[in-house]
């Protein structure tokens, strides 16, 4: 069955550098999203990206945050200067369209910033 | 979208017993759907009712609706120590964000 692939899986990395997470959703999914969940939290919604543009972001998806898909297949997000606080899982979805279609997570980058 | 509220917060049974978890919401659905989240790792769809269903079995889970109550509810039968995870319910109703609550957190003991 297709699945979300994210990489890396932990990427270690200190205050204030700018790191990009990677993910490759189903092929033929058109919504992606990326949420976020802070160790012991809810999961928490940052982005969603539809016919190439963000459809839909959170509070806090602020300027350190952007997201592109350069390529048709790859998904990804980017943080330009990153803080302590930027420290949780990043999940990345995707979902065909329509309303009763579910979303499809991947395993999630752990960002741990230092 | 809204949040959907999952009760209890921690759950914790024998392998072979059921487990039941309910969720409320507040506003009026379009569909409600049910993920599981193992500690760690991506959240995955179980199942998925529509607003005009009232029932819904997939294998060992069985998901009720009462839109009267704006309630629903996820059994799992005879459950294994592979189905202790966490478990959220969410309103669907379109290709916005979703907005997760706490979840039951289920411990299935061996």
């Known amino acids: 069955e297709p699945e979300v692939t994210q990489t890396p899986s932990h990427q270690v990395t200190q205050m204030g550098q700018e790191v990009i997470l990677h993910c490759v959703p189903i092929?033929?999914?058109?919504?992606f999203y990326w949420y976020r969940q802070i160790l012991g939290q809810k999961v928490e919604f940052l982005v969603s990206?539809?016919?190439?543009?963000?459809?839909?972001k959170s509070e806090i998806f602020d300027d350190q945050f952007s997201v592109e898909r350069p390529d048709g297949s790859n998904f990804t997000l980017k943080i330009r200067s990153t803080k302590l606080e930027d420290s949780a899982m990043y999940f990345c979805?995707?979902?065909?369209?329509?309303?009763?279609?579910?979303?499809?997570f991947g395993n999630g980058t752990r960002l741990t910033v230092t | 979208s809204q949040q959907g509220e999952e009760d209890p917060q921690a759950l914790s049974i024998q392998e072979g017993e059921n487990a039941t978890m309910n969720c409320s919401y507040k506003?009026?659905?379009?569909?409600l759907q049910w993920y599981r989240q193992n500690s760690g790792r991506g959240l995955v769809h179980l199942i998925l009712?529509?607003?005009n269903e009232r029932e819904k079995h997939s294998g060992r889970l069985r998901v009720t609706l009462d839109t009267s109550k704006k309630s629903s509810s996820l059994l799992i039968t005879a459950s294994r120590a592979a189905d202790t995870a966490s478990y959220f319910c969410?309103?669907?109703?379109?290709?916005?964000?979703?907005?997760w609550g706490l979840g039951t957190s289920l411990a299935v003991n061996p």
């Open positions: 969410v309103d669907a109703g379109n290709n916005r964000k979703l907005i």
């Open positions: 009712i529509r607003s």
């Open positions: 990206f539809y016919n190439n543009e963000i459809s839909e």
């Open positions: 506003t009026s659905i379009n569909n």
């Open positions: 979805a995707s979902k065909l369209a329509g309303e009763y279609s579910p979303l499809h």
């Open positions: 092929s033929n999914h058109l919504y």
